[in-house]
């Protein structure tokens, strides 16, 4: 029992002495600047500029390919018989769909 008091008598007197060193440190002091300070009067000061062209040429050093002629050609028979117009169904079910003999006793029997 004794420890545990003079733990907590340790930490209280801790807790005591920070807290006064923290009181008496001196509080930072502002500097206070007016806007006058801050501004500085430069006069007339007169810019001359001159436009100049870049003093570089770029010159294309690469080996020119030797490639054959390209010829397209294209035939316009399908767009002048009217082919391309046609529309082309194939049935992806095969056969395999059949056709439902008496649809309403299918949709009125009982289902549960």
């Known amino acids: 029992m004794g420890k545990i008091i003079k733990t907590i008598l340790l930490l209280t007197l801790f807790c005591v002495i920070n807290l006064v060193a923290q009181d008496t440190s001196p509080p930072p002091q502002q500097q206070q600047t007016t806007q006058q300070d801050r501004v500085m009067d430069l006069g007339e000061i007169k810019i001359d500029a001159r436009v100049e062209l ?18 397209a050609e294209k035939s316009f028979q399908a767009e002048l018989t009217g082919s391309s117009e046609q529309l082309k ?3 992806i079910t095969s056969g ?14 009982k289902r549960f």
């Open 96 to 109: 395999k769909v059949t056709k439902i003999k008496d649809i309403k006793a299918l949709l009125n029997r």
């Open 89 to 91: 169904f194939n049935a």
């Open 54 to 71: 870049p003093q570089v040429q770029i010159l294309d050093q690469r080996i020119q390919p030797d490639f054959e002629d390209v010829r």
